[in-house]
């Protein structure tokens, strides 16, 4: 460091200092405002995007509380329609039950109606059967009984006396 300080030249600083100031005033004239003016762009570009990204995180929210509301709604809508469904076919299922009842009822008194006209049928022939037997029991035993002359004089005689003329 001292052969520096006594081999020192003024020609040599002069043109140094006049070399360096030439340097910084040609960097300042061409390359300082060019890099300051990309350092501002990127500087503000990258402002925008912080501001862009702020609204897309505002909007996000947004439209996740959007979404909570439709997907609520949408639940509540399910529901809705799910007890309205359930109401119906409740309503179905009561109404084809007291259909079914009176279906029934109305099978039941047909089919007891039905069964008491065969059971007069039934009867009505049975007293039609009776009624012939007796009539041909009593003729047969009239025929047996009124074989002779003398027991049908009798006869005649005793249904006179008891008709009245």
């Known amino acids: 460091m001292e052969k520096l300080i006594y081999d020192f030249s003024f020609g040599l600083f002069f043109w140094q200092l006049l070399l360096f100031v030439a340097l910084v005033f040609l960097l300042k ?22 501001k862009a ?5 505002k909007e996000l929210k947004e439209l996740q509380s959007d979404n909570q509301k439709i997907l609520n709604e949408a639940r509540a809508e399910r ?7 359930n109401d119906m076919k409740n309503k179905i299922v009561g109404d084809a039950n007291e259909a079914a009842k009176a279906e029934s009822a109305k099978h039941i008194e047909n089919a007891r109606l039905q069964i008491e006209s065969e059971k007069q049928n039934a009867i009505a022939q049975i007293k039609t059967q009776v009624a012939e037997l007796s009539v041909e ?6 025929r047996k009984e009124l074989e002779s002359q003398n027991k049908q004089q009798e006869l005649i005689d005793d249904l006179l006396k008891e008709a009245k003329l």
């Open 53 to 57: 990204a702020e609204r897309a995180r």
């Open 29 to 50: 004239k061409f390359a300082w405002k060019p890099i300051l003016n990309a350092v501002d762009e990127r500087e503000s570009s990258i402002k925008e995007s912080l």
């Open 79 to 85: 529901e809705r329609i799910v007890k309205e469904a």
């Open 137 to 142: 029991i009593a003729e047969k035993l009239l």
